[in-house]
């Protein structure tokens, strides 16, 4: 079965951190682009961090830069979000997505992700 299965998140006070997996099962991560986004209640859908298919390229929104680290592990296909320093304005739905794309380069324009995940809930009480 083809799919994405995010893992990590929780309940979790401010200042604290967790660690979001993404899982792919049934193809593989290599050649794809990785991306997180979240979506909060009645807000919209917004990119927080991606990573490139090669490794080397990595964006984050601003309001996350520094507090969030994106990596992938190609072998054992997963991409992780290691998540410090988290807000109580962090509380939010995470999703992952991929995108075919092979290079250094990384998006958040949410409609060139052709995979997503169910999402894993994150909450960070105020």
């Known amino acids: 079965q083809v799919q994405l299965v995010e893992s990590g998140g929780g309940l979790v006070q401010p200042g604290g951190s967790l660690r979001l997996s993404c899982a792919a099962s049934?193809?593989?991560?290599?050649?794809?682009?990785i991306g997180w986004f979240r979506q909060a209640p009645g807000k919209e859908r917004e990119g927080v961090s991606c990573?490139?298919?090669?490794?080397?390229?990595?964006s984050y929104t601003d309001s996350v830069q520094g507090r969030f680290t994106i990596s992938r592990d190609n072998a054992k296909n997963l991409v992780y979000l290691q998540m410090n320093s988290l807000k109580p304005e962090d509380t939010a739905v995470y999703f992952c997505a991929t995108v075919r794309r092979y290079g250094n380069a990384c998006s958040f324009r949410m409609n060139e992700y052709t995979r997503w995940g169910q999402g894993t809930q994150v909450t960070v009480p105020s």
């Open positions: 049934g193809f593989t991560l290599d050649g794809s682009g």
């Open positions: 990573i490139s298919s090669s490794g080397r390229g990595t």
